[in-house]
């Protein structure tokens, strides 16, 4: 069964949002050629806990950082460490914050400097296909009309979609019900409702969309070789229009 939260519990997912904006951006001045893919997880665990919040991320299934910084080919789950980031990669950031028992996840990726045009289009892909999927986001729509939006979003601009991981349902534990798949078909799957809390997250690929994991056990990488993209938001159903709680990390989702 899919949560609905009440007033009280979206009020506390809200604050544990703002805390994951306010750690988005104080990475992101830190996002430059030179700097470690270390520097910016040690960036983002100070500030949650600055915050008052804990790293939703670290230790979850024995993940050992707070943030997932992948480059490039890396799709997700990339760990942090001495890597450096180069000018003309695609670096993406996963983050999770855990403020008083509540959960906010998001996802960003980065141009670094000049990037060549095809990985540009790709970001501005993925952007707008988790823009696409959430407008689904509607009491009386169903499931599947946001991963039917993303995908159709993604292969109209010629790339394709990971279909091994998905969103997910989020509130007081980081994964909740449902699964939210990047594609499949249309007017599927449970009513959306008001109070619903999603954290959506399509993952995009310049080739083919078929991915495996490293040695690592985390780091999730285009099977190809391909570069990937990833956007995510932590998104509130209401009975008008849907609420981007982390928003504020990136002006253009704020208008639905």
């Known amino acids: 069964m899919i949560p609905i939260k009440t007033a009280g519990e979206i009020e506390a997912l809200r604050r544990s949002a703002a805390l994951l904006v306010r750690t988005f951006r104080a990475v992101e001045r830190a996002i430059r050629p030179g700097t470690a893919t270390g520097e910016l997880d040690a960036i983002a665990e100070q500030t949650i806990r600055q915050g008052g919040g804990s790293p939703a991320f670290k230790g979850y299934n024995g993940y050992p950082a707070t943030v997932c910084v992948s480059i490039d080919e890396q799709v997700v789950h990339g760990i942090p460490g001495s890597r450096v980031i180069r000018e003309g990669e695609i670096v993406s950031l996963d983050i999770g914050v855990n403020l008083e028992g509540f ?11 000049e990037v060549s045009p095809e990985k540009k289009r790709l970001i501005e892909a993925t952007r707008a296909a988790l823009t696409d999927g959430i407008r689904e986001c509607r009491p009386a729509n169903r499931l599947s009309d946001i991963s039917h939006a993303i995908q159709r979003s993604a292969e109209r601009a010629g790339f394709s ?19 939210v798949p990047n594609f499949g078909a249309a007017h599927r799957g449970p009513r959306l409702q ?3 809390v999603f954290a959506i997250e399509p993952m995009i690929n310049i080739g083919s969309e078929k991915v495996r994991i490293l040695e690592d056990g985390w780091t999730v990488v285009t099977e190809d070789g391909a570069p990937s993209a990833h956007f995510e938001h932590t998104v509130l159903i209401t009975q008008d229009r849907p609420e981007i709680l982390t928003a504020g990390m990136d002006g253009t989702f704020q208008e639905h």
Do not use: N, T
């Not at 959960?103 to 400097?113: E, N, R, V």
């Open 103 to 113: 959960f906010s996840d998001a996802a960003k990726s980065y141009a670094i400097g």
């Open 161 to 179: 979609v990971v279909r091994e991981l998905v969103g997910h349902g989020i509130g007081r534990a980081m994964h909740e019900e449902p699964q």
């Open 194 to 196: 008001a109070g619903m």
